[in-house]
T-cell receptor
Framework: GNSVTQMEGPVTLSEEAFLTINCTYTATGYPSLFWYVQYPGEGLQLLLKATKADDKGSNKGFEATYRKETTSFHLEKGSVQVSDSAVYFCALRGGGSNYKLTFGKGTLLTVNP | ETGVTQSPTHLIKTRGQQVTLRCSSQSGHNTVSWYQQALGQGPQFIFQYYREEENGRGNFPPRFSGLQFPNYSSELNVNALELDDSALYLC??????????????FGEGSWLTVV
């Protein structure tokens, strides 16, 4: 079945540092890939997505590129802010299970001033 | 703001009781799905409803059941509550067609505590 593996957290950075959160996946076919963010006490918000190989999703300074050859979708941001502190989830949809999202376990990011 | 609203936001139930959680989908969306998120974990798919019929289910027992109404709102029912059912329950909606899936939008969730 489908699965998503995320970099273990927590991750603690200083403001303006570079962020990478690794994500790899296992799926049949051609899944769509997503990053969702969850702020404390809130639900999930879609951060960015990519629907085919070599697509780059981007939003709010975050980027991730769909790499089929390495089955990866790493999240990056060049300069993090305190307000980016949240839990980040990598997820996939499709690849034989079109109707559901399969999530990783999440990575807690804390950004200190 | 995703347009997906859930109620109640928080509730406490006793083991063995039954609970109903409600969700109002984003306007124009025909598909609703439910996820369970235990503390410190990623969301786990419970089931999905498309045009009022269940069309996919995750690894959850039959005491987890649901409904989707003609206006595309939905309910999640859990019978015979167990302590391990304590979690954040997330409703999500999307507009699906026969040939493609689209972005899934989540509500804020309902926090269920079973004591």
């Amino acid at each position: 079945g489908n699965s998503v593996t995320q970099m273990e957290g927590p991750v603690t950075l200083s403001e303006e540092a570079f962020l990478t959160i690794n994500c790899t996946y296992t799926a049949t076919g051609y899944p769509s890939l997503f990053w969702y963010v969850q702020y404390p006490g809130e639900g999930l918000q879609l951060l960015l997505k990519a629907t085919k190989a070599d697509d780059k999703g981007s939003n709010k300074g975050f980027e991730a590129t769909y790499r089929k050859e390495t089955t990866s979708f790493h999240l990056e941001k060049g300069s993090v802010q305190v307000s980016d502190s949240a839990v980040y989830f990598c997820a996939l949809r499709g690849g034989g299970s079109n109707y559901k999202l399969t999530f990783g376990k999440g990575t807690l990011l804390t950004v200190n001033p | 703001e995703t347009g997906v609203t859930q109620s109640p936001t928080h509730l406490i139930k006793t083991r063995g009781q039954q609970v109903t959680l409600r969700c109002s989908s984003q306007s124009g969306h025909n598909t609703v799905s439910w996820y369970q998120q235990a503390l410190g974990q990623g969301p786990q798919f419970i089931f999905q409803y498309y045009r009022e019929e269940e069309n996919g289910r995750g690894n959850f027992p039959p005491r987890f059941s649901g409904l989707q109404f003609p206006n595309y709102s939905s309910e999640l029912n859990v019978n015979a509550l167990e302590l391990d059912d304590s979690a954040l329950y997330l409703c999500a909606s999307s507009l699906e067609t026969e040939i493609s899936g689209n972005t899934i939008y989540f509500g804020e969730g309902s926090w269920l505590t079973v004591v």
